[in-house]
């Protein structure tokens, strides 16, 4: 439906306003002066942010290491460290290519503002900071870092995870079986003779297929389910407190279901089919046991005959 511009302005607003009152970010503080990162580390604490306040830059990559923040704030200068050489060595690091940086600066000094820009920082707050002026930053900031965080985790094609964050989720599933005692369960599907449909009906054609499967599993499988696009046509799927059992009957249905849609290209129709393999997830089968364990499971279903499930 078309929508006028000022109407759709208002909806963007209320879902700001809304993603902004329920935002958990985690921000990270770096400056050498004890009283005003214990006061930075108030302010935004009270306002319903994780933060982790440091004042030794020499523990900077450890501390992101293990913290993860979504932005970091950081003086320029601290003692011997100069906080634009930091964002410096900061943007040769694969992982903190994108971290957003945020220097407080104290100077009202262009030269040193137009450095920290060159040298890999985002952007300024100049001391004296306002609380509210702060909260309101690592607000914003936070929220936009989330957001992009979520368009590059997930596969283009289909919307479903990429590899990398589908195996993060996997693993945090495993850290909830261990501590609520609870079994689930991994699935890797991958489709069925699938280089054949590439060399018959073209690779545009071949995506849709893709598409569909993925659209099969987003539809039918719970919210609570993680479902990734494990490599090209491959698939991992985590069901969170489910047995085997149920597993298999549910993946059975998908794949039936799967079996009867009809593929168009140019005149001809066809179908596809995928395999399945499953294994459980439990406090004795680490995220890495298991997507090997549902490998094996899925190579033995390839070789007794694909189209189905095997455990
Ligand atoms: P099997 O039943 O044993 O799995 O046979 P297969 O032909 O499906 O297996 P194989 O893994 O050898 O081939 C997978 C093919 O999937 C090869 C690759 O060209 C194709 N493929 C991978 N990613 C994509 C994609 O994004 N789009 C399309 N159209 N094809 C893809
Ligand atoms: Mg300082
Ligand atoms: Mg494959
Ligand atoms: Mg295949």
New binding site residues.
């Given amino acids: 439906e078309p929508q006028d511009i000022p109407a759709l302005a208002d909806r963007v607003e209320q879902l700001l306003a809304e993603g902004l009152a329920t935002l958990t970010g985690r921000v990270m503080i770096i400056d050498d002066d004890p009283e005003l990162l214990e006061h930075y580390r108030l302010v935004l604490t009270s306002g319903g942010l994780e933060v982790r306040a440091l004042d030794d830059p020499s523990r900077l990559l450890a501390e992101l290491a293990e913290f993860r923040p979504d932005i970091l704030f950081m003086d320029v200068q601290m003692g011997h460290y100069q906080g634009p050489v930091l964002a410096r060595m900061l943007r040769f690091q694969a992982e903190w290519v994108s971290l957003p940086i945020i220097f407080f600066s104290s100077e009202e000094d262009r030269d040193l503002q137009l450095d920290v820009l060159a040298r890999g920082g985002d952007d300024f707050v100049t001391k004296p900071v306002s609380d509210e002026f702060l909260l309101r930053t690592a607000r914003i900031r936070c929220y936009r870092a989330r957001q992009l965080g979520k368009l590059v985790s997930l596969d283009s094609?289909t919307g479903l995870l990429k590899h990398g964050l589908a195996k993060t989720e996997l693993n945090r599933e495993h850290a909830r079986c261990i501590r609520s005692g609870h079994d689930s369960v991994v699935a890797m599907l991958?489709?069925?003779?699938?280089?054949?449909?590439?060399d018959t009906y073209g690779?545009?054609?071949?995506?849709t297929?893709?598409k569909a499967l993925s659209n099969l599993l987003r539809h039918r499988l719970r919210n609570t389910d993680i479902i990734g696009r494990y490599?090209?046509?491959?698939f991992v799927v985590v069901l969170p407190e489910c047995s085997l059992d149920k597993a298999v009957e549910v993946l059975e249905a998908l794949s039936q279901d799967f079996a009867r849609l009809v593929f168009n290209a140019g005149n001809e129709e066809f179908s596809v089919t995928f395999?399945a393999g499953v294994a459980a997830l439990n406090a004795f089968a680490s995220g890495e046991k298991a997507i090997e364990a549902a490998d094996q499971a899925l190579y033995q279903r390839?070789r007794a005959g694909?189209n189905g499930v095997t455990v």
């Fill in positions: 094609l991958d489709l069925d003779h699938f280089k054949r449909i590439n690779h545009a054609t071949g995506d297929v893709i490599g090209g046509e491959e395999s390839k694909r």
